[in-house]
């Protein structure tokens, strides 16, 4: 597919971003297997999956990784 | 009905005491949202009320540029940003409807929050044509979520509305506006004013980026304290959506869109802070109000 008139290189939004101390950001629409083996479909523009391992509602981040920092 | 002839006491507006001036400026600013059913809509961009308004804005800003902290250190931004947001103290309204509200005050908190949340991200909307680039995408992506993502029964705002009848409390937008404490109109004031001025489209997002990384942990202990008065589930679901939707938006905002727009326009960095800290103040103010009324 060709680009759009204008469009500049580089000035898409990324599909995944990792935060630093914080979630994964998905955009877009994905099925996510959590650690447990069950399979999860997002509903938002962009979901945050849990990195840190300590969500209450996995695979989404809940924040709790606020909680833990020393 | 209110129309054509418009007469304001001018002097009046920057001099009346603070709860008029807050009451004159929240009916000014929702001429620009629903309106009201026996105000004509032309009054809108009446000049007259424009320039009361203005009057009314500057004494609001000052008294928000007088609390305002400014950050020790702006950089690595988000890093900060988000430390700053966390290190603003306060009295935690959730944590007290978490572990010890009683059944009336959970319900007054809701009257407290349905001026605001019955039209749910609107203010934030306003800023979406006066930044650009990567921000003013992730801005839309955050408020289409808030919007339903598609689907009109999940707005925000409805989920509340739904929330407020389970309760059996009125629905209505702006049912208990006269009932709440002034500070309820403040913050919903305070959003308005960065919202609908282009020049503080900085502090508008930054406001936000505080509001969302504000909300996550405490929409968690509103749901755990609505569930252990038994109040409706309908509205301990609002706060369960608000626990996933605002772990999102608080990196959006921060990351996504402010970081964009301070990086583009390094000007504006000063301003994002002094929205951030307006929205912790006017929530601290707000939570004071609600506890100091309560122990009375």
Known sequence: MSAAPGHQQGRESPDVVVCPDGPLLLRGDHLVEAADGSRHRTTRPVSAICRCGKTGRSPWCDGTHKLLRG | ?296
Not at chain 2, 136 to 154: C, F, S, T
């Open chain 2, 1 to 296: 009905m209110v129309s054509g002839e418009v007469d304001v006491a001018l002097p009046a507006g920057a001099d009346a005491d603070h709860e008029d001036r807050q009451i004159a400026l929240w009916a000014l600013y929702e001429l620009h949202y629903g309106g009201f059913e026996d105000v004509d809509d032309d009054l809108e961009w009446h000049p007259t009320l424009l320039t009361l308004r203005h009057q009314l804005e500057g004494v609001f800003l000052a008294e928000l540029r007088e609390r305002y902290v400014a950050p020790e250190s702006t950089e690595p931004f988000a890093e900060q940003l988000f430390a700053y947001i966390a290190g603003i103290d306060g009295p935690s309204l959730a944590r007290f409807v978490q572990r010890n509200a009683t059944r009336d005050q959970a319900l007054d908190v809701l009257r407290a929050r349905s001026v605001y949340q019955l039209k749910e991200a609107d203010p934030t909307t306003w800023a979406i044509p006066r930044i650009s680039g990567a921000a003013k995408v992730a801005l839309v992506e955050l408020q289409y979520d808030e919007y339903g993502a598609g689907v009109p029964d999940k707005q925000h705002s409805h989920l509340f509305a739904q929330g407020l009848a389970a309760c059996r409390l009125d629905p209505a937008y702006g049912a208990y506006v006269d009932d709440v404490p002034v500070e309820v109109l403040e913050l919903n004031n305070g959003l308005s004013f960065l919202g609908l001025h282009r020049r503080w489209r900085g502090a508008a997002m930054g406001f936000l980026a505080a509001f969302e990384a504000t909300s996550s942990l405490p929409a968690r202990q509103m749901a755990q304290g609505l569930r252990r008065l038994g109040l409706a589930e309908e509205m301990a679901y609002y706060y369960d959506e608000h626990i996933e939707a605002d772990a999102v938006h608080e990196q959006l905002a921060v990351r996504q869109i402010c970081a964009p727009v301070v990086a583009e326009h390094p000007e504006l960095v000063d301003d994002v802070f002094f929205g951030a800290f307006t929205c912790v103040d006017l929530e601290n103010r707000l939570a004071q109000a609600l506890l100091d009324g309560w122990a009375a």
